[in-house]
């Protein structure tokens, strides 16, 4: 079985920019969030969507937003990078059936100069 | 909302044992995770608790104590491949990490 699955693995972008980072879930899971991991820091829950719909966000500016596509796939956009926006970000997946264990896909380092 | 906290770092020998504390308030609760993070990765699910005890997983086992927000983990027979950071989370609609604990292990 296929896990979570991240791209790019690496981006490098310049400050006032936009990006966009995706996320494949594994099969058959429907909820999706997203984490954002500055250097030295622990992990900060940014978004959380399952079946569609965007069921929490954490407490992060609306420059950061995201979507979900009806394959339960993602997309977390960042709009005017900021050189703090430098971080992993990190993509899990979970399903009900799995109850609340979460699989983290393996990243997307991002660096803004 | 969210509070949790562990030690930022521990140092065992290998073949020890050693345990992680983690304590945290939350306005719900849904469960308490332990993941491991080696660096540069992404983490990778070690336990989970949501009703008070002990589960136990070969060399890892991990504790909770709802009444008192008190969780741990403890690795046993340390490895040099168990070197990493351990990361408690609490679940109530959403996971809220600690900041990690990087154990060191050394021969």
């Known amino acids: 079985e296929a896990g979570v699955t991240q791209s790019p693995t690496h981006l490098i972008k310049t400050r006032g920019q936009q990006v966009t980072l995706r996320c494949s879930p594994i099969s058959g899971h429907t909820s999706v969030y997203w984490y954002q991991q500055a250097l030295g820091l622990g992990l900060q829950f940014l978004l959380w969507y399952d079946e569609g719909e965007e069921r929490n966000r954490g407490n992060f500016p609306p420059r950061f937003s995201g979507r979900q596509f009806p394959n339960y796939s993602s997309e977390l956009n960042v709009n005017a990078l900021e050189l703090e926006d430098s971080a992993l970000y990190l993509c899990a997946s979970s399903s009900r059936t799995s109850g609340y264990e979460q699989y983290f896909g393996p990243g997307t380092r991002l660096t803004v100069t | 909302g969210q509070n949790i906290d562990q030690p930022t770092e521990m140092t065992a020998t290998e073949g020890a044992i050693v345990q992680i504390n983690c304590t945290y308030q939350?306005?719900?609760?849904?469960?308490l995770f332990w993941y491991q993070q080696h660096a540069g990765e992404a983490p990778t699910f070690l336990s989970y608790n949501v009703l008070d005890g002990l589960e136990e997983k070969g060399r890892f086992s991990s504790f909770l104590s709802r009444s008192k927000g008190y969780s741990y983990l403890l690795l046993k027979e340390l490895q040099m491949k168990d070197s990493a950071s351990y990361l408690c989370?609490?679940?109530?609609?959403?996971?809220?990490f600690g900041a990690g604990t990087t154990v060191t292990v050394r021969a």
């Open positions: 989370a609490a679940l109530d609609y959403k996971l809220s």
């Open positions: 939350t306005s719900g609760f849904n469960g």
